[in-house]
């Protein structure tokens, strides 16, 4: 199994994490795997227009912004498919009649290539987003990775694919909503956009299972990033992945890099 | 002891007469050991020495109307007998004119809209718009509460606004050190600040932004080094 930057199939691209705080909004995350980037801000509860009132909850509404051009319909689609996924999360019926408004920008043009990812990096930023706004009840953490199945290695099945066009033969993205109870951790898998030409439900159910322990690391990273939530400077993150090669690539700002990177 | 917790993490909250703070939910547990307490927001987790009160400490920028809190209001609207007020919340809280120390039908505040007032919140509930009152319920005296005239304004996030209402906190002894100052802290991320010049209300306003924690909460030290910067 050869994959770019010699990843094992359960491994993420190294996770950065910042909180951007942005200054007109309420609360304001960034999310990366590896170069797949995404920001997203939060208001609310906020005001809402009398048309998109709800007497018993508050409204959630989700834009998303591509890198380039107006919103058009895959930018919609996924915005609709945030909304629905982020909904189980909220305690919306804590503020009826108000509006809670997350707007994400995807930081790389979209290509089909790469369509999961972003979504996942969308997904995950919105969550810490919501996480840093600290207005909006929630009842977990919504965490999401992409996975996919290459064509040849007899249907082997990898996560946060990067393999590139025509590489994979049935791919999607799993989110989870995560609690925890002590040092156990439950995740509920809440949204999926798997698509796959052949099989059957059985690899469907081996993605999903693949994608809950790789979604493991990503709520792990995120619990690390809130440590870090009001500090000046925005705060990276770094998922150090197992692997030794990935962690020399990687961005770092800690100290301790700088001895990896003399080898 | 503080841990921190995101959403969604039971805490381990047991007391014979428990009181749940900010930011810590119970949910019915329908068919399980009975209802546990999670937290509902992202933050370290703190109690009291005895165990009775539980909550998480947390920062937000956007402020959720609560009972007997003092906040800064500004005038948006006069309606009938009273005045709509934006306190930075979903809804517009009403003040009703005769909310006034000594307010009669006839002697009625006149206030015009864009006029701050420190106002304690009377009424907050999640399904009606909050409601305003500047007197001490008590008392029905002024206590502070009314119009707030000249001065500016400040926002800061609500962190900011505890920490600048606790008694040990210090910033407010440290400026006031240097030069007189009047100050009203709105626990709504608002702060009124009075100075005799502009270049100390700028100081002040300053000093605020630089400790506030979302901005990197300067100690004092810092805020120091800041005013001797700023000349005051």
Redesign the interface.
């Known amino acids: 199994m050869s994959r770019l930057q010699g990843r094992q199939p359960h491994e993420l691209r190294p996770i950065k994490i910042s909180f951007d705080?942005l200054a007109r909004v309420?609360?304001s995350a960034r999310f990366s795997f590896g170069p797949i980037s995404a920001l997203s801000s939060v208001?609310?509860?906020?005001?809402?227009r009398l048309a998109s009132e709800n007497a018993s909850q508050a409204t959630l509404e989700v834009l998303v912004r591509p890198l380039s051009n107006v919103p058009a319909t895959e930018a919609k689609a996924l915005a609709a498919t945030v909304r629905a996924l982020l909904t189980p999360?909220l305690?919306l019926a804590?503020?009826?009649?108000?509006?809670v408004q997350i707007v994400a920008q995807a930081l790389v043009s979209s290509k089909k290539a790469n369509a999961n990812a972003v979504t996942a990096a969308v997904v995950n930023a919105s969550s810490l987003a919501l996480?840093?706004?600290?207005?909006v009840?929630?009842?977990?953490?919504v965490c999401a990775v992409a996975v996919g199945r290459r064509k040849g290695d007899g249907g082997a099945l990898v996560v946060d694919p990067d393999e590139g066009h025509g590489v994979l033969d049935a791919e999607g993205c799993f989110a989870f909503?995560?609690?925890?109870?002590?040092s156990d951790t439950q995740a509920q898998c809440v949204w999926t956009n798997w698509k796959q030409g052949s099989g059957d439900e059985s690899v469907l159910s081996a993605a999903r299972e693949l994608a809950g322990r790789a979604a493991d690391d990503v709520y792990a990273a995120?619990?690390t990033s809130?440590?870090g939530?009001?500090?000046?400077?925005p705060t990276i993150v770094l998922s150090k992945a197992r692997s030794e090669e990935t962690a020399m690539e990687a961005i770092v700002d800690n100290e301790e890099s700088d001895d990896k990177m003399e080898i | 002891m503080s841990a921190i917790v995101l959403p969604g993490t039971t805490v381990p909250a047991q007391h014979v007469n428990l009181k749940l703070g900010p930011g810590l939910i119970q949910r019915t547990g329908a068919g399980e050991a009975g209802p546990s307490i999670i937290s509902s927001r992202a933050g370290t987790l703190n109690h009291s020495s005895n165990g009775s009160k539980w909550w998480v400490e947390s920062n937000s920028r956007r402020y959720v109307p609560a009972p007997q809190e003092s906040v800064i209001g500004v005038i948006a609207q006069k309606v009938g007998d009273g005045f709509r007020v934006d306190i930075g919340s979903a809804h517009s809280a009403s003040l009703d004119g005769l909310a006034f120390e000594s307010a009669t039908k006839r002697n009625k505040p006149n206030l015009k809209i864009g006029c701050l007032v420190y106002a304690r919140v009377s009424l907050a509930h999640k399904d009606m718009e909050p409601e305003l009152e500047c007197f001490d319920a008590q008392t029905r005296k002024s206590e502070g509460f009314g119009e707030v005239k000249g001065g500016f304004l400040v926002r800061c996030s609500l962190k900011m606004c505890r920490d600048l209402l606790d008694p040990k906190h210090f910033l407010l002894p440290l400026l006031g050190a240097r030069f007189p100052l009047e100050a009203a802290v709105g626990m709504n991320g608002r702060v009124w600040v009075n100075a005799k010049e502009p270049k100390q209300i700028i100081a002040i306003s300053r000093c605020i932004e630089a400790v506030d924690p979302d901005n990197g909460g300067a100690d004092e030290a810092g805020v120091k080094a800041l005013l001797g910067a700023l000349d005051v």
């Open positions: 705080g309420d609360g208001s609310g509860p906020i005001e809402v999360s305690l804590s503020n009826p009649r108000s509006l996480l840093n706004a600290g207005s009840p929630m009842r977990g953490v909503m995560f609690t925890r109870d002590g995120i619990h809130v440590e939530i009001g500090q000046a400077e």
